[in-house]
């Protein structure tokens, strides 16, 4: 079955640029969709089509994919952007998501 | 108001049954997929299963195949999950999502605010 792979914790600094990757086998070849969830809420859709945004998400957050990794950035972070923030794409009428990461804003 | 509100966990037996609904509201249930997405305490996001707008394609994950069975029922504008033969890797607190969903891309623009199932003796 088709894996993705993301790094459990994340820091970054207040203003600075978060990265958050998804490995996964030639994640490139799909589409990789993104969303956020603060603790005791439930998911929200940041990123999808690898680099849309839905309306209402704020411009600092991008999305990217290619080879075998997609990417999530958030340009000049807050501490609002402290989650988890959870990768996702589709394989043979599976969907799959990544393990989570914790963005940690400190 | 756009919104999904899901009903019906509880507490289980192992071994028990118990059916989930979630209450669709504010856009136009039957032209998008559902899906049931869970996540146990603590862990993270898990697809359970997912319908097609009109009800004729149904998809399963492998952990829930042969005892959960998605429907929905369009006139009502409600999803529902069947879940059979529980046991406690079962336990999670189960979301109802709206897909956009075609060859190419399956995501989900919508969550509820969840049921829980637990289950336990």
């Known amino acids: 079955s088709y894996v993705l792979t993301q790094p459990s914790s994340v820091s970054v600094s207040p203003g600075q640029t978060a990265s958050i990757t998804c490995s996964g086998d030639k994640l490139g070849d799909k589409y990789a969709s993104w969303y956020q969830q603060k603790p005791g809420q439930s998911p929200v859709l940041v990123i999808y089509q690898d680099d849309q945004r839905p309306s209402g998400i704020p411009e600092r957050f991008s999305g990217s994919n290619s080879g075998n990794s997609a990417t999530l950035t958030i340009s000049g972070t807050q501490a609002m952007d402290e989650a988890g923030y959870y990768c996702q794409a589709w394989d043979s009428s599976n969907v799959v998501f990544g393990g989570g990461t914790k963005l940690t804003v400190l | 108001e756009v919104q999904l509100l899901e009903s019906g966990g509880g507490l289980v037996q192992p071994g028990g049954s118990l059916r989930l609904s979630c209450a669709a509201s504010?856009?136009?249930?039957?032209?998008?997929?559902m899906s049931w997405v869970r996540q146990a305490p603590g862990k993270g996001l898990e697809w359970v299963s997912g319908i097609s707008g009109g009800g004729n394609s149904t998809y399963y994950a492998d952990p829930v195949k042969g005892r959960f069975t998605i429907s929905r029922d369009n006139s009502r504008n409600t999803l529902y999950l069947q879940l059979n033969s529980l046991g406690a890797e079962d336990t999670a607190l189960y979301y109802c999502?709206?897909?956009?969903?075609?060859?190419?891309?399956?995501?989900?623009?919508?969550w509820g605010r969840g049921t829980l199932v637990t289950v336990s003796s």
């Open positions: 999502a709206k897909d956009l969903f075609t060859v190419s891309y399956w995501y989900f623009d919508l």
């Open positions: 504010g856009f136009s249930f039957s032209s998008y997929g």
